[in-house]
């Protein structure tokens, strides 16, 4: 049986200890499923994909009940960097090759919509997410820069996006109180938020908007068939549709599924508050980094003027014990001069990636959807897959199928040799970058 991440790193029913469980707008806790019930809509998941969904299911009318087996936002959605990036997992010179033209211009499109759907959701349910435009993407390596530069130039000549300029490396060392970077982009039509109070935003909005929301009620089987059925320890739920929202928490739900989205875990920490100045020092603008390396440091300042910085994966499914040692050596690479700060928040977190690094789109069975393996870059393309799996559960299922089309593959292995290639592969490219490859 494919193991379940649910229950390996977490305590149950209660949030991580991060910054982002620490200044949260909480809700209470939902109830746990119990007996038999009926839906015209089922979610399983309640983090942005299955949220979202549910929302702009019930805004068409119909009736739609979540599970969440942990705590609404309790996963991935509340725990990472919370960039609202730019574009599609790959770039759009990528996705021409892999999908052709018309399909890579539909992808930039729904990237774009994406965007959009976190700032307006944001302001038309009165989502306290602190979001703010911009992220930078800088490189480790000098032969990067001309790349990164030329696909900026690329964007704005033939998708008409301009809201990304060049920085050479003096502009990079002003903008970052380091000299390690080579050079970049800022792309101020990005954006970053509170990830955790969007989700938990998204919940209100739904329960708002009619949906049923049950915490603490894992799914431990599906029976395909019309009704399909839902099983949890205490109670069911007969559906007409189901969408399958769970990511790198899957567990042993959908085999076909779980073979092309591989759970990896990744970290963050919260520095002692370093007061405005020294936040500044730091990061001279309001806005989120993401480098270039395989092993991806991302970062960015808190309200409360901290370094929330996320860098360092494992890949075994346990956490380490000391996240704040393994996080601290990466950090300490760009910014020396934090050596003796304090690191009052650690945690990690479980995201779901592919072979190509693009989210999977199923249409499991007609009336089963799932959407998943956002593979790091999850917090705007999650919230949008939600909308247009409820769009196609309507039976406008053009952007669905758009995304259903990009080709994903199954980890090569089998079940048994899956995990194991992985790690593999992960591990010779951690080495590159730690060499200088």
Not at 72 to 87: E, F, I, L, Y
């Amino acid at each position: 049986m494919a193991l379940n991440l649910l229950h390996a790193n977490d305590t149950a029913g209660t949030y991580p200890q991060s910054w982002y469980a620490a200044t949260a707008d909480t809700l209470p806790p939902f109830p746990t499923l119990e007996g038999d019930h009926s839906a015209d809509v089922c979610v399983i998941g309640g983090g942005f994909t299955g949220l979202s969904a549910a929302l702009h299911l019930a805004e068409r009318g119909f009736r739609v009940t979540l599970l969440e087996a942990q705590r609404m936002g309790w996963g991935a959605s509340g725990r990472n960097g919370g960039q609202v990036g730019s574009g599609q997992r790959r770039d759009q010179m990528e996705l021409e090759k892999m999908v052709g033209r018309d399909d890579a211009r539909h992808l930039w499109s729904l990237s774009q919509d994406a965007k959009a759907l976190v700032k307006s959701l944001s302001e038309t349910h009165g989502i306290d997410c602190a979001h703010k435009p911009g992220v930078a993407h800088v490189d480790w390596k000098a032969g990067d820069v001309a790349d990164e530069h030329a696909y900026a130039e690329h964007l704005a000549k033939n998708y008409g996006y301009t809201k990304i300029k060049p920085l050479d490396r003096a502009a990079v060392c002003d903008l970052l109180g380091t000299d390690v970077y080579h050079g970049g982009t800022l792309d101020m039509g990005a954006a970053h938020i509170h990830p955790l109070n969007f989700a938990l935003g998204l919940a209100r909005a739904a329960q708002k908007a009619g949906v049923t929301l049950y915490e603490q009620s894992e799914v431990t089987g599906i029976q395909q068939g019309d009704p399909v059925t839902i099983n949890t320890a205490k109670g069911k739920i007969s559906a007409s549709h189901l969408v399958i929202a769970c990511n790198a928490y899957l567990g042993g739900l959908h085999e076909k599924t779980a073979a092309r989205v591989m759970p990896i875990n990744n970290f963050i920490v919260a520095t002692e508050p370093l007061g405005q100045d020294g936040a500044e020092a730091l990061i001279a603008q309001d806005v989120a980094i993401a480098d270039s390396k395989f092993v991806v440091n991302y970062y960015r300042r808190s309200a409360d003027h901290r370094l929330l910085f996320g860098g360092g994966e494992t890949y075994s499914y346990r956490f380490p014990k000391d996240i704040r040692a393994l996080v601290r050596k990466p950090m300490l690479e760009i910014y020396p001069q934090l050596k003796d700060v304090k690191l009052d928040y650690a945690w990690g977190g479980t995201l779901g990636i592919t072979v190509n690094r693009m989210p999977y789109f199923g249409r499991i069975a007609p009336n089963i959807l799932t959407a998943s393996g956002y593979s790091g870059h999850g917090v705007a393309l999650a919230t949008l897959a939600g909308r247009i799996t409820a769009a196609a559960i309507a039976g406008q299922a053009e952007d669905f199928d758009v995304m259903s089309r990009v080709p994903t593959i199954p980890f090569p292995g089998g079940r048994t040799l899956r995990y194991p290639s992985l790690v593999l592969a992960m591990s010779w490219y951690a080495l590159r970058d730690r060499f200088g490859l």
